[in-house]
């Protein structure tokens, strides 16, 4: 039953994570990707895994939601958060990578295992008959779309995301930025470039003034709170950007010993430090406006842009209504889905859920059935909450300690919040090893099956 071969419909980070997962277990698989034949709005390789919107994975801290999502992913032997820990550029608490090595050694894993068939062609119908997973990810193509709203029953939801621009690293101000990581943590990874209050009133000013691309769409702009355009966020107040993207908090400017009124960080983008990103300056401004605007941010006066800010259209499933637990569609159990399109927000998260469509399409090939893990992992409560959220107000959701149950005794409740989130954390991670175990014996011995014939 093992040799029942898997297609995989999109070759992103879910994709990518669950093609080799089940190639791992002995589990043949077609994987499809349409790009470089039909590219994408942000894509702009052809390469598998293409990260488009940021270089960072978030936080790797301990402590911290994002770092228990990554944990569980490690001990559960992730490909792709190896290769990330292999790709990683200097960006403080967080996995910052390489976003072209790290596609590079994730495309070049793929195509060599013997086990995954890769192929470059778009696909426009399901296939009508052995199991499916649909990992395309956000930018979905109109074809898909189609066929995926016919096998749903219902519209799609959306919101616009956008993406920072990115600068010359000889073209930045080094007179002016300085180099130093929030309160010290993880070094001196970010470039910052300080404002003044009156450099601040002038940027905003500008900012709130400039002209923005047309959103070529008669939906409404719908974006995802997460990943906000700057010009967005802006608008909901002068004050807005310093308790957001251009806080000043933890940071000494060098030059006055003080904390400077705003701070813009910059993150480095290769580990050959000759690109940077403007931190959390997602924009929808036109090209033009973002040299004129983005020029007044103290030290970045003569900047050349290698890439500007963009806007594009992401697509998601309304998986409340759609979906299992187990990420497969109520209305055909053999279909699954991975990715942001299934409704998580986040690269971490992508992964996790295309590693753990893996696990549940072996168990189901095994004649047994999937079972998510425990609600109080970090993979178990990113599937609570793609699967039982309101259908009526959803939107794709990130990691965090408010997914995970509260711990369950009333005096543990009443502790200082760092030490419930680490009692949260040793939970989680006792109770995934637990539900983790008996399918790391599955994939040897499946592994070891497939090879002996």
């Not at 699967?387 to 300690?401: L, M």
Request: net charge neutral.
């Amino acid at each position: 039953m093992l040799r029942s071969t898997v297609t995989i419909i999109g070759g992103g980070l879910a994709g990518s994570e669950a093609a080799w997962q089940l190639a791992e277990r002995g589990i043949p698989v077609r994987l499809y990707e349409m790009r470089p034949h039909r590219m994408t709005p942000a894509h702009r390789t052809d390469r598998l895994g293409e990260l488009v919107c940021s270089n960072s994975l978030k936080s790797d801290e301990p402590g911290t939601a994002p770092y228990l999502l990554k944990e569980e992913l490690r001990r559960a032997g992730s490909l792709l958060i190896r290769l990330a820990a292999a790709c990683r550029v200097p960006g403080g608490a967080a996995l910052a990578v390489d976003r072209e090595l790290f596609a590079e050694q994730i495309t070049r894993a793929i195509a060599a295992h013997p086990r995954i068939t890769l192929i470059r062609e778009e696909v426009t119908r399901i296939p009508s008959d052995g199991i499916v997973v649909i990992a395309t990810g956000p930018l979905t193509s109109e074809a898909l779309s189609e066929e995926i709203r016919r096998l749903t029953g219902r519209e799609h939801l959306y919101f616009y995301d956008a993406i920072s621009p990115i600068v010359d690293a000889e073209t930045i101000n080094y007179d002016v930025v300085f180099r130093a990581s929030r309160y010290g943590k993880g070094g001196d990874d970010y470039l910052n470039c300080p404002l003044t209050r009156e450099e601040y009133d002038r940027f905003y000013e500008a900012l709130m003034r400039a002209e923005k691309v047309a959103l070529h769409d008669f939906d409404r702009a719908c974006y995802f709170e997460g990943c906000l355009p700057i010009e967005e966020l802006a608008r909901r107040g002068r004050e807005t950007l310093l308790y957001g993207p251009m806080k000043p908090v933890g940071l000494v400017d060098p030059r006055t010993g003080r904390q400077p009124y705003a701070v813009v960080q910059l993150r480095q983008e290769n580990l050959l430090a000759d690109s940077y990103n403007l931190v959390g300056f997602q924009t929808q401004l036109k090209w033009g406006e973002q040299k004129r605007v983005f020029r007044l941010i103290p030290g970045l006066e003569r900047a050349e842009f290698i890439r500007y800010g963009m806007v594009h259209r992401n697509t998601y499933i309304n998986s409340p209504a759609c979906l299992t637990e187990t990420l497969q569609l109520r209305s055909d159990p053999r279909i699954f889905f991975a990715g942001q399109i299934c409704g998580v927000e986040g690269y971490v998260e992508c992964i996790a859920t295309g590693l753990m469509v893996a696990l549940f399409v072996s168990d189901w090939l095994a004649g047994r059935e999937p079972v998510p893990p425990p609600r109080t992992t970090a993979f178990g409560s990113l599937l609570h909450y793609v699967a039982h959220s309101d259908p009526e107000n959803f939107q794709p959701g990130n990691i965090t300690f408010a997914l995970l149950p509260p711990l369950e005794e009333e005096r543990e409740r009443r502790l200082p919040k760092v030490e419930r989130h680490r009692r949260q954390i040793e939970r989680a991670l006792r109770d995934f090893e637990l539900w983790m175990a008996p399918r790391r014996v599955c994939a040897e011995s499946q592994l070891l099956a497939s090879e002996s014939r």
